[in-house]
């Protein structure tokens, strides 16, 4: 006997919180055009590679923004036919993409430095470059708190990983904006302090930060693409659930957890006596069912249940929740009762 609960049906909770993700989404897409428009402005106008540099940041942040938007609003979608398991792995697959997408900035960002690396050259109007960069920074804090509250509200991989691109934006800004004042100071002191360099290691800074985020990213995304198991914590509590309902339950077997987007699946086998009445059953599994998905939203629960002989060896010897006297007492009944012994 097995029971499956799906909670992937709509509900005004559920929509009020798809709505968020869209919108804080939404809003993290306008930042990063807005931002895209002026650090390229100001990066050509001043010629400094480490703002060209952050422009292309911003851009690869404006893609991911693009891709996060598309795939929370499409990952919540019901399970249907073509796939009963939902949409979930959507948000996977964008951070996968997103992350690519950041590796190969980072590589560019690191050629185009060397270059200027190679043969620095004045960069004019350096105020202007400072100013950009302070706007960048305060708006990238802003929009990447939000967007880090809703993911955790939501449990969005798609959010999260478009929170912490714009939180390396902020880091990469403030090192940018550094470089660019220590060069607005030596110019103050003498007409030619010499220190362009400056300029292109803040950039070949930002591609290293940016590297970083980006291998962090794809190992977050990656491992519910490979039906990796629910954090460790997760699956205690799921364990230390089934064991509150001892003695009724007499042991459990083949845990298996896993992850798309935001939902989560679970699926275990519990034993129980032999003559319980499939009534009883029944309700065990709809406790542990609603019991699992009020702590952990969004999670289908698979329970099979399982006649105890008594006779715990294998896999099932690990989950048994029987003493040794309260296991012959189950093999005794089970014999006087089975018409197979």
């Known amino acids: 006997m097995g029971k499956q609960r799906w909670l992937f049906s709509w509900s005004i909770p559920r929509m009020d919180m798809q709505k968020r993700k869209i919108h804080v989404a939404r809003l993290s897409v306008l930042s990063n055009t807005a931002l895209v428009v002026m650090k390229l402005a100001v990066g050509l106008m001043i010629g400094s590679v480490s703002i060209m540099s952050e422009a292309i940041h911003s851009g690869v942040d404006l893609l991911a923004s693009l891709i996060a938007t598309f795939s929370v609003s499409k990952s919540s979608l019901p399970a249907d036919s073509n796939h009963p398991f939902g949409h979930g792995k959507l948000e996977n697959i964008s951070g996968v993409i997103e992350a690519l997408l950041i590796f190969l900035a980072a590589i560019w960002i690191i050629y185009e430095a060397t270059k200027k690396l190679l043969n620095p050259e004045p960069i004019e109007y350096v105020s202007w470059g400072i100013g950009v960069m302070a706007i960048s920074t305060v708006v990238n ?3 990447s708190r939000l967007l880090f509250k809703v993911a955790k509200e939501t449990d969005s991989i798609a959010l999260e990983a478009d929170a912490w691109h714009l939180r390396t934006d902020v880091y990469t800004s403030i090192g940018v904006m550094v470089s660019l ?9 003498t007409p030619d302090p010499q220190i362009h360099w400056l300029d292109p290691v803040a950039a070949i800074g930002v591609a290293l930060l940016i590297l970083g985020a980006a291998y962090r990213l794809t190992l977050q995304s990656a491992r519910d693409l490979m039906d990796v198991t629910l954090p460790a914590e997760e699956e205690a509590w799921i364990r230390a659930l089934i064991m509150k309902h001892q003695p009724v339950i007499h042991g459990f077997h083949q845990l298996r957890t896993r992850k798309a987007g935001n939902f989560r699946f679970v699926d275990f086998h519990i034993k129980v006596e032999p003559c ?6 029944h309700q065990i599994t709809d406790t542990l069912s609603k019991s699992i998905e009020t702590q952990f939203l969004n999670t289908s629960v698979t329970v099979h249940t399982e006649p105890c002989d008594g006779k715990c060896v294998g896999y099932c010897l ?9 296991r012959k007492r189950v093999m005794q009944e089970r014999n006087a009762v089975s018409p197979y012994k």
């Open 276 to 281: 319980m009445s499939v009534e009883e059953s």
């Open 141 to 143: 804090i802003i929009v």
């Open 318 to 326: 690990t989950g048994c929740l029987l003493t040794e006297k309260e």
């Open 181 to 189: 004042a220590l060069i607005w100071i030596g110019h103050l002191i």
